[in-house]
């Protein structure tokens, strides 16, 4: 019944081995296709054999996924993915699992089983494509649609205060959690990288563009002219600094605040803030993920990546050691249990 | 009721012993004065003996209703018999009545000369206040005419009892339970020595408890063989049940050790995933304790991440199974959904209680049928199996799991209140007897060029379950509509009338795997009745009286009420009249008329309680004409 461990394949994977004969069906220049094509390059590194993968999805465009990656994948209900996953993984802590889902997907219909998920600390994947918009059901806004936004539902302009997903995956105290975006091909895979080698919840907030519903809604972390001073990248142990031409950090202020300032004169690389991913305490996580463009750079790579007992593992561990105390499972021993008396 | 006078010898004071076949005993009072726990040791001291027992435990829903209320008045009824019985029994030969409010709520329930044991120092002012009496009952002289009336001084007579442990006023009255106990064992001439054993195991660690307890027990036998009120006492010798061993079970322990039973012999980890709900979460309870038979349980953050977790577990090739009541059912539908499209093995249990909505959380009620038939959307039938009673719950729920992984589906698997709480004697069986499920996970790709092919179904329309992990089966599935064969997303018309044909065949076809239906009584006649899930034991008792008293009546009690019985159409038809007890607006009648053309007739209860045998041998007799 013991599934074996994860060994390197005999003839290494690659990316084309990843691809399942399905056709993909997001609409042209969609931001998932990226994020499929990056997956695709980064499984096969991880020297784990396909069938040992299970991509698990809601419903939603992002959800689609898992039917174009050629491994185990189930394709859920709306929002119900971390739950799935979670039996999954319960069923058999041997496979490797991600769960892809969608900013209406994990943080509206399925807030719930995300916060629970999270805090469990389960051993699975979480890859949020945030567009900021419901892109199946044609472009109403989402929990992550900035007020004002004009949708279908809100011709007038959002109403609705957004949530940033990941200061609510670091208030569920998440072990892992980092942000990137579709077409920073380079960043994107380091960071499904570092996810995929994390243990426990792993979950990245992926900018995507939905170029049909919400176009250009990250235009400024993607855009050549803009992207270097609204962005910053998180590389641990370094000061942030961000600007063209690198001339600015990011300092924290007195009250625990963030403000940007000017390299150069007074201020040195010494001043600024140094990301440290590994801080014990969120709190320097959940600071980073307050800095919202336009008023500040957003940081983009790693917030947090810290260990803790998996949910998954704490389970194994009660079961052998429930097995080590009282033994195999005696069924002779069970039914006879309690008071028992002979009828002649 | 026979009863035989047996000469008195010295030994018994000078009081008569009775021999009785059947008697039924109520305990009750507040809900924090042991109640339950104490005809939990009846119902044992009198299983152990060797009697039929039949038990129905009634709660409230409130955990500390305040002391002395009405809605706060505990009660746990029990039968026990020189024969076989299948009901806790109508009226009650004795009541015991902590309180005010427990005699009032109860007292309609005891017979005409029964006898009425009451704790005569709560009939005081604020307890009369409290249960909104007037006047104190106990004066009430045409009513206290009506039965044989013990009014005890239980708080005092205890207190003396365990002076000088050094217990508190209060600790002391935590154990005049025992003491009603003891009272009625001297009367039903009770051996106290398997509750003895549960108090020093119970309280093993509070020496002063332990002590205290089983001197209020024998203070209370004491005082019945002693005091003059009581004159007589009765004994009811041991029934002739089928030879063996037994112990007692209720539904949910029942359930919970056949999911163990069956993670054990097939070498299967179950994966219980569950949210806590009245009446359903000891089963989540007794599972959670089972980790060395292979069941994993895992408490979920609500009911539907608990589903949609079974799909999961079942997707990586487990056997799952989650547990809830009528609310957590509703939670359910879309996930449960999920698993019918995706033809995957899991059990739903639903322990059924009063509904709509949160309903009556702690009382019984058969009304989740239909929502067990289409309460989800589409077309999306699935199997249903019903438990007729608490024993019966362990070989039903791995019959459950036989035809889920047999057929490759979600199986609903009902139960309700009255049977989770409910306990019986139950002979054990011998492990060889018991069933063993046979799981095949297929291993090779199924297609012409070496492809999987996740819907090539077998010849019971079955199709195959890869477990994740097995290589060159990587495959992918999801709730949209399926291409035959391959499991491809087809939205294509004729390919969903197809699969929609096939997913209804192949829960229809299940009809022919499992066994037909059999009738209790003659093979035609005048009267069928037809039952299902908990109210077997009073509908046999009391078509078995009726069929004594010459009635042409026969009994068929449903298990499988999806797929029905293949030979269900034909005995409905062989009868003049179909009648349908159920303890809802008739929801089997509804089907039975749907499928068959039937003039079924209902007789429906809906007050949260089980059906008492009079009341339909009155019906029965009625509707014969
Ligand atoms: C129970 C349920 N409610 C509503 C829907 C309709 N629905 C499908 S996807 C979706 C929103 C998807 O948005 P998001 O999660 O952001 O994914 P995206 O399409 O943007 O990738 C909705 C409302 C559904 N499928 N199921
Ligand atoms: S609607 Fe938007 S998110 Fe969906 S596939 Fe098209 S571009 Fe992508
Ligand atoms: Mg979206």
């Not at chain 1, 993968?53 to 959800?63: A, D, L, Q």
């Not at chain 2, 005081?124 to 104190?136: C, E, I, P, T, V």
């Not at chain 2, 939205?491 to 044909?501: C, D, I, L």
Request: proline fraction near 6%; glycine fraction near 10%.
């Amino acid at each position: 019944m013991s599934v074996d461990l994860p060994t390197v394949p005999v003839q290494p994977l690659q990316s084309k081995d990843f691809a399942s004969d399905q056709e993909v069906r997001w609409c042209p220049r969609c931001g998932d296709y990226s994020i499929l094509a990056q997956m695709k390059k980064v499984l096969p590194t991880l020297g784990i054999p396909k069938e040992k993968f299970c991509f698990v999805s809601g419903i939603g465009c992002s959800s689609r996924f898992p039917y174009y990656v050629n491994t185990y994948g189930l394709h859920g209900i709306h929002g119900r993915a971390p739950a799935i996953a979670t039996g999954v993984k319960l069923a058999n802590p041997e496979l490797q699992v991600w769960v892809i889902t969608g900013d209406g997907d994990a943080l509206s219909i399925g807030g719930n089983h995300f916060l629970h998920a999270i805090r469990r600390n389960i051993d699975m994947k979480i890859i949020l494509f945030n567009n900021q918009i419901y892109g199946l059901t044609k472009g109403q806004y989402s929990p992550t649609s900035p007020l004002g936004q004009k949708s279908k539902s809100t011709p007038y302009g959002s109403v609705d205060h957004p949530l940033t997903p990941l200061s609510v995956a670091i208030g569920a105290e998440a072990t892992f959690v980092a942000r990137s975006v579709d077409v920073d091909i380079k960043h994107l895979t380091m960071v499904l990288e570092r996810a995929a080698h994390h243990k426990g919840t792993a979950f990245v907030e992926v900018y995507q563009d939905c170029n049909v519903f919400n176009n250009g809604a990250f235009s400024y972390a993607t855009e050549k002219e803009t992207r270097s001073d609204s962005i910053v990248y998180l590389e641990q142990g370094k000061p942030l600094i961000f600007g063209k031409n690198r001339e600015k950090g990011v300092r924290v202020a007195e009250g625990n605040r963030v403000e940007i300032v000017q390299l150069g004169g007074d201020i040195k690389e010494d001043d600024l803030l140094f990301h440290d991913e590994k801080a014990p305490e969120p709190s320097l996580a959940f600071l980073l993920s307050r800095m919202r463009y336009p008023e500040f750079p957003e940081p983009m790579g790693v917030f947090r990546d810290v260990d803790r007992t998996t949910y998954d593992e704490s389970v194994t561990r009660q079961v052998d050691a429930a097995r080590a105390k009282l033994g195999e499972g005696d069924v002779e021993k069970l039914l006879n249990s309690g008071d028992t008396w002979f009828v002649n | 009721m026979s009863t035989a006078t047996l000469d008195a010898p010295a030994s018994t004071n000078g009081k008569k012993l009775e021999n009785l076949e059947t008697v039924v005993i109520r305990f009750c009072g507040d809900s924090g004065d042991g109640m339950q726990s104490v005809g939990t040791q009846m119902t044992n001291a009198s299983a152990i003996f060797g009697n039929d027992v039949r038990t129905f435990p009634d709660f409230p829903a409130e955990i500390r209703a305040p002391a002395g209320s009405l809605f706060g008045v505990s009660g746990y009824q029990l039968c026990f018999s020189n024969h076989d019985i299948f009901t806790p029994g109508d009226a009650v030969d004795t009541l015991v009545a902590m309180n005010p409010a427990a005699l009032k709520t109860n007292i309609e329930d005891l017979k005409r000369g029964g006898t009425l044991i009451v704790n005569e120092e709560e009939f005081n002012k604020s307890g009369l206040q409290k249960a909104l009496y007037d006047a104190n009952p106990l004066d009430n002289e045409t009513l206290m005419a009506k039965f044989r009336v013990h009014k005890v001084p239980m708080t005092r007579l205890n207190r003396d009892a365990v002076e000088g442990l050094g217990l508190s006023l209060k600790g002391a009255d935590m154990c005049r339970n025992f003491f009603a106990l003891g009272l009625v064992y001297w009367l039903y001439d009770r051996d106290p020595k398997p509750t003895e054993d549960f108090i020093r195991a119970k309280f093993a660690k509070k020496p002063d408890v332990v002590e205290a307890n089983l001197r209020s027990l024998r203070a209370g036998m004491n005082y019945g063989f002693s005091t003059e009120s009581f004159t007589v006492h009765y004994h009811v010798p041991p029934a002739k049940l089928p030879a063996g061993k037994y112990r007692k079970i209720t539904g949910n322990e029942a359930v919970a050790m056949g999911l163990a039973v069956m993670a054990k012999l097939s070498g299967k980890t179950v994966v219980f995933s569950g949210y806590p709900i009245t009446p359903a979460s000891d089963i989540l309870h007794d599972l959670s304790a089972f980790k060395h038979f292979g069941v994993k349980t895992f408490q979920a953050e609500d009911e539907i991440a608990a589903m949609a977790a079974c799909v999961g577990s079942a997707f990586a090739g487990e056997l799952a199974v989650t547990a809830s009541s009528g609310p957590g059912i509703c939670l359910k539908g879309e996930a449960m959904g999920l698993g019918m499209m995706t033809e995957l093995p899991m059990v739903i249990i639903d322990v059924q209680r009063g509904g709509p909505s949160t309903g009556l959380p702690t009382k019984t009620e058969q009304s989740d049928l239909l929502l067990a038939m289409y309460g989800r959307n589409g077309e999306s039938p699935l199997p249903i199996i019903a438990a007729s009673g608490p024993g019966d719950c362990f070989s039903t729920i791995q019959e459950a799991f036989r035809i889920a992984t047999e057929f490759m589906c979600p199986v609903i698997f009902l139960s309700d209140g009255y049977i989770a709480n409910g306990a019986e004697p139950w002979r054990i069986p011998k492990v060889e007897e018991l069933p063993r499920l046979n799981v095949e996970h297929i291993t090779a790709a199924n297609g012409q060029n070496g492809e999987y092919l996740p819907y090539k179904r077998n010849e019971k329309l079955a199709r195959p379950w890869a477990k994740p992990g097995t290589k060159g089966l990587e495959h992918r599935i999801g709730g949209l509509e399926k291409k035959d064969v391959t499991g491809n997303i087809d939205y294509s018309p004729k390919n969903h009338q197809h699969m929609t044909n096939t997913r209804a065949a192949k829960i229809a076809n299940i009809a022919s795997f499992i066994p037909e239906q059999k009738v209790d009584g003659p093979a035609s006649g005048k009267v069928l009745v037809v039952s299902w899930g908990g109210t077997f034991g009073a509908v046999r008792t009391a078509v078995q009286k009726a069929q004594a008293a010459g009635k042409s009546v026969a009994h068929a009690h449903v298990k499988y009420m999806n797929p029905l019985p293949r030979n269900l159409g034909t005995i409905l038809k062989s009868y003049e009249k179909v009648l349908v007890p159920e303890l809802n607006c008739g929801q089997l009648r509804l089907l039975l008329r749907n499928q068959y053309l039937v003039d079924a007739q209902g007789y429906n209860k809906i007050e949260g309680k089980p059906f008492l045998v009079n009341e339909l041998i009155n019906v029965i007799n009625e509707f014969h004409g």
